[in-house]
């Protein structure tokens, strides 16, 4: 299973897994029903998560019935415990939209919730990050995860997310980031997918984020809180869910 997940998720453009994988998620998701993990997101029990990784895999971190990894589930946890991000009457904007969220968020928040990718099946509206339709301080929440380490230009991506934020709003912004990385590193000349992994850690990765991530969002207009929600949880539930203790949401505030 290993090397077959390997292969779809380095050979396979991603719009055709999106579009593959809601065909056979069905049967996947009954195929490995238990009682060892949970997905708070659909809160349904496995025996047990898929590995999933570019380069190494990573064991019980893949959901088999919303797809989710380890940041989404713990994401997921943070937005229903600790936030009202459910509202039906928020503003919410989506980059990028994950398989994992976008069902649910459609169903509590059809009318308010907005999608927004270059290419993704799953978006309402088509355009580049770098240059939103959308008027300044519009949105209430925005959710750009994993998105910023593809975008050649994150500096104007970063000013139009905080264009389009409301006065007073939440935008979580997550990206890999090495935490033995003080500062990103970047090469516009690395621009083959074996450089790329190499280097970056994905063939589609422009960057790799330091941990000066969270100042240059600050050097935006952002406060930046970097928050580790699971901390907040015993090592059974660590098991259970299948998150990661140290993994940090930023949560970025537009004062």
Not at 185 to 200: A, G, L
Request: glycine fraction near 4%; include cysteine; charge should be positive.
């Amino acid at each position: 299973m290993n090397w077959f997940i390997k292969i779809l998720i380095n050979k396979i453009p991603r719009t055709q897994l999106i579009f593959w994988s809601r065909i056979f998620r069905p049967v996947i998701d009954l195929y490995y029903r238990g009682t060892k993990f949970e997905d708070p997101i659909n809160n349904k029990l496995y025996r047990k998560f898929l590995p999933y990784g570019y380069v190494n895999q990573r064991i019980n971190a893949l959901s088999p019935g919303t797809l989710s990894l380890e940041r989404h589930r713990l994401l997921w946890l943070y937005l229903k415990n600790k936030t009202d991000f459910f509202n039906p009457n928020l503003k919410i904007l989506h980059i990028a939209p994950e398989q994992a969220f976008f069902k649910f968020l459609k169903s509590v928040n059809n009318k308010n919730y907005i999608t927004f990718d270059l290419n993704s099946p799953l978006a309402d509206i088509k355009g580049d990050i770098c240059a939103m339709p959308f008027e300044d301080n519009f949105f209430d929440f925005i959710l750009c995860n994993h998105v910023l380490e593809h975008i050649v230009d994150d500096t104007k991506a970063m000013k139009e997310l905080y264009r389009v934020l409301k006065r007073k709003g939440t935008a979580i912004l997550q990206v890999p980031i090495n935490v033995g990385r003080d500062k990103t590193f970047e090469d516009n000349n690395i621009t083959t997918k074996k450089e790329r992994i190499e280097k970056f850690g994905q063939y589609d990765h422009v960057r790799e984020y330091g941990l000066d991530y969270y100042r240059k969002l600050e050097n935006i207009g952002f406060s930046v809180e970097k928050n580790n929600y699971a901390s907040k949880f015993n090592k059974n539930d660590i098991n259970k869910y299948g998150i990661v203790r140290d993994e940090i949401i930023p949560i970025c505030k537009k004062n």
